[in-house]
């Protein structure tokens, strides 16, 4: 998710066009109500039919309840209308998505509080599996703390998140003493920060990390470096930045996004592999976990289709190793509950 125009610049420098959805699977998030999808390998030890997901990344907007300015932008006329928990569920297919988490969709600012209203609403409910939220939030703003109090204690709440892409988000912003202090209290309060950010910039990610040590950080979208890029500088620059963030223990990487900057209905699940592995490697696997960022994905794959591509790219890894990237290690990053 980024805002209007440097999302339009983003999937434009990541040769990204517009297409369609075709979301046609069908299911309730009971996993045990739908037919078994046949996605194991030949070769594969384990049954990914079986594996339970957390999607740590799931996107809802009711348009008839909050202003998102960025979806006016000409590259996401797609998705421009309201995407609602009914929807995301008939799209799962037969993966296994057991929780999910709500990942803010950067609505206008005087609507935040009402946003994190919306998706606790969610979250008490028993007719979806969303268990917890990554709220929007301007740890830029001197007014954060007040904002964040009531909150404090709310373990539905497990993180925040401001993207730090936008045009009007100049390099270095998440570096100045108000934004440090910010990040700083949210691991005061067992929460964590998402890291959304240009991919040439992830070392200040890395510096953020160290000057607030006991606030846990996660890098989304494999650090936002689009799968088609060849410019070994830039890939380079991301690559550097990936491994300062490594180094640093309380900084995790979240294999998602990535999808909607492969070429749409020309991409295939081997054209994700350099990147999801590379994040894989440089983290480990015990600081890694997936994302499903939809309903953004779908400007270049139905959401089953990414995930089943994620399956296929890590077919061959132990049952264990593909336990902590769909489920285990989301459950103890973001510290989420049971529904
Ligand atoms: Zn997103």
Redesign the pocket.
């Known amino acids: ?1 980024v805002a209007q125009s440097s999302r339009r610049e983003f999937l434009e420098a990541a040769g990204v066009a517009a297409a369609g959805a075709c979301l046609t699977l069908n299911s309730s998030f009971a996993a045990e109500d739908r037919p078994a999808q046949v996605i194991r390998k030949k070769g594969s030890a384990v049954n990914q039919n079986d594996l339970a997901i957390v999607d740590t ?1 799931q ?1 809802l907007w009711d348009l008839t309840k909050f202003n998102l300015p960025w979806l006016k932008g000409d590259a996401v006329q797609k998705i421009n209308r309201s995407y609602l928990m009914a929807d995301y569920l008939k799209l799962i297919g037969s993966h296994k998505v057991v929780k999910t988490v709500y ?1 803010e969709v950067n609505v206008a600012a005087d609507q935040q509080a009402a946003e994190a209203e919306y998706v606790l609403d969610l979250c008490r409910r028993d007719d979806n599996p969303m268990v917890g939220a990554i709220i929007g939030g301007s740890p830029q703003s001197a007014e954060f703390a007040n904002y964040m109090k009531p909150y404090a204690e709310n373990r539905r709440i497990n993180g925040v998140r401001t993207v730090l892409h936008d045009d009007d988000r100049p390099k270095g912003m998440c570096l100045e003493k108000t934004f440090v202090d910010n990040v700083k209290l949210l691991g005061e309060m067992d929460k964590s920060f998402d890291l ?1 950010m240009r991919p040439g910039e992830i070392g200040d990610g890395a510096k953020l990390a160290e000057l607030a040590p006991k606030t846990r950080l996660i890098v ?2 494999c650090g936002n470096m689009p799968v088609t890029a060849d410019k070994q500088q830039a890939r380079d620059a991301w690559m550097a930045g990936m491994k300062e963030a490594a180094a640093r223990p309380n900084v995790f990487c979240k294999i ?2 990535i999808i909607v900057t492969a070429k749409a209905d020309a991409w295939k699940p081997q054209d994700l592999a350099a990147n999801v592995n590379f994040c894989l490697e440089t983290f480990g696997i015990d600081r890694c976990f997936f994302g499903g ?1 939809w309903p ?1 994905c779908t400007l270049t794959a139905p959401l089953a289709d990414w995930i089943s591509a994620l399956k296929e790219i890590v077919k061959d890894k132990p049952l264990d190793f593909q336990k902590k990237l769909f489920h285990d290690n989301a459950v103890r990053i973001y510290k989420l509950q049971d529904k």
């Open positions: 998710m990344h996107h990942m959304c989304d979208h998602s996004g960022d953004v």
